[in-house]
């Protein structure tokens, strides 16, 4: 019904910056809120940063001040700026959209994008 697909990972040093981005398919898909997960390994997935449709943001403690998520409801997508990277910053990172579909309620999770931070 609805696919994400995140892209943007990929290895960079301490202090350096990404962006990730998820694009959603299916244009007759309407996005309600979206967010970013993340999942070391050894540990559990946990919630980076989120966004509803009024535009509120919520972000984990750990990533205030250095990432910055967004959306742009008019594509269909959403992002993750991430800025002043560290090591422990390094995880797969997952995108999750709720929305509709008619008055189908969907969400859905994207497959992932690696990002490693070298120290």
């Known amino acids: 019904q609805v696919q994400l697909v995140e892209s943007g990972g990929g290895l960079v040093q301490a202090g350096g910056s990404l962006r990730l981005s998820c694009a959603i398919s299916?244009?007759?898909?309407?996005?309600?809120?979206l967010r970013w997960d993340r999942q070391a390994p050894g540990k559990q997935r946990e919630l980076v940063a989120s966004?509803?449709?009024?535009?509120?943001?919520n972000y984990a403690d750990s990533v205030k001040g250095r990432f910055t998520i967004s959306r742009d409801n008019a594509k269909n997508a959403g992002y993750l700026q991430m800025n002043s990277l560290k090591p422990e910053d390094t995880a797969e990172y997952y995108c999750n959209v709720d929305g509709y579909i008619g008055i189908l309620a969907v969400n859905s999770w994207g497959q992932g994008t690696q990002v490693t931070v070298s120290s």
């Open positions: 966004i509803d449709r009024f535009g509120i943001t």
């Open positions: 299916g244009n007759i898909f309407r996005l309600n809120g």
